[in-house]
């Protein structure tokens, strides 16, 4: 089975700041990871996915991610934050599981605010 | 521009009364997916179709069913709505499931709609 954790419900950062959000994940196979952005009362933009070879993955609007499968992490960063980033991520984990691709599992969430 | 549409965006229905969310997209996807999002949680997969193959996922309640008529519509039905059931309802399509030509990788990515946001009086 495959699950997330994403440390930190609520992230506050200065404009112009390093966005780190955290997300650890399980899985049992090799996980397929992927970031989603939430804007208020909006659907979920796929920021960035991780599925196999290189572990450093650019994303939309400046933010990166990296797999370490050493660690279980998938951390997604941005070196400069700005207004327009203030949103909900979601960390996600998909699994190949030989039948069928496995359904996303979603993460809590992590609300990042972003202070002039 | 080929995209997920949801109708309405808010809808409001009383305990117990039926209600029907809509779901319709252009770009031609073979899968349609249902979750359910309350407030400050994330996601919860409620079922899919690929196809015309329905795929409940088994934690589903009965009380939600799901309709696709054809490829384009995939509709989510409430039966007898409780308070528990408000929530945002979000509709995803992905090309297919699998691995296979979806891109680096092979995975196929979801594309979501805006959202229902449903409120029970």
């Known amino acids: 089975a495959q699950s997330v954790t994403q440390l930190g419900s609520h992230v506050s950062v200065s404009e112009g700041a390093l966005v780190l959000l955290r997300c650890n994940y399980s899985?049992?196979?090799?996980?397929?990871l992927f970031w989603y952005v939430q804007y208020p009362n909006q659907g979920l933009q796929l920021l960035l996915k991780y599925t196999t070879g290189a572990t450093l993955v650019k994303g939309i609007n400046g933010f990166e991610a990296e797999f370490k499968k050493s660690e279980t992490s998938f951390h997604l960063t941005k070196p400069s934050a700005h207004m327009s980033d203030a949103a909900e991520y979601f960390c996600?984990?998909?699994?190949?599981?030989?039948?069928?691709?496995?359904?996303?599992?979603f993460g809590k969430g992590t609300k990042l605010s972003v202070k002039p | 521009d080929a995209m997920v549409i949801q109708n309405p965006r808010y809808q409001v229905t009383q305990f117990g009364k039926p209600v029907t969310l809509s779901c319709s997209q252009t770009l031609n996807h073979n899968v349609m997916y249902w979750y359910q999002q309350k407030s400050s949680q994330a996601p919860k997969l409620l079922f899919h179709?690929?196809?015309?193959?329905?795929?409940n996922e088994a934690d589903t309640p009965d009380n939600f069913q799901s309709r696709r008529p054809n490829t384009s519509f995939c509709f989510l039905d409430i039966r007898s709505p409780g308070l528990g059931d408000a929530a945002m309802y979000l509709c995803a399509t992905s090309r297919d499931t699998g691995l296979g030509s979806g891109g680096p990788g092979g995975i196929y990515e979801q594309y979501f709609g805006p959202g229902t946001r449903l409120t029970v009086t």
């Open positions: 996600a984990v998909s699994a190949w599981m030989g039948g069928s691709q496995g359904n996303l599992i």
């Open positions: 179709y690929y196809d015309k193959d329905f795929n």
């Open positions: 899985s049992s196979v090799p996980p397929y």
